[in-house]
């Protein structure tokens, strides 16, 4: 079983914006795998990109959204129907919960952190 990810590294150009940057980027993607944390939700950037990804998603159904908590924060509304893999509490059964919730043949990722 294979992963190839892409990692959202905000290498984003001068003028460019940036949520349809990151919605665009998702095309080539199975799923996507946003880092649900404070820094996330401090971030009204980070909130707009998950949030077109998150609309994205109800155009693309096959894409996948698999947030993955790593503190206490609540994750944001528009992610209220997903199943999210919390590695808050129990790292080990959180990565169970990924690597279950990616078993595919190949899945292409897009982490957002």
Do not use: F, W
């Amino acid at each position: 079983m294979g992963y190839e990810a892409l990692l959202d590294a905000a290498n984003i150009a001068p003028g460019v914006n940036a949520a349809r940057n990151v919605a665009n980027d998702a095309e080539g993607v199975d799923a996507i795998v946003p880092i649900i944390s404070r820094y996330l939700l401090s971030s009204s950037q980070s909130r707009k990109e998950v949030a077109s990804l998150a609309l994205k998603s109800l155009s693309k159904p096959e894409l996948r959204i698999i947030p993955v908590k790593i503190d206490d924060s609540v994750a944001p509304c528009y992610l209220g129907n997903t199943v999210y893999v919390d590695l808050s509490e129990n790292v080990e059964a959180g990565l169970e919960a990924l690597r279950v919730g990616c078993a595919t043949t190949h899945l292409q990722l897009g982490i957002l952190s």
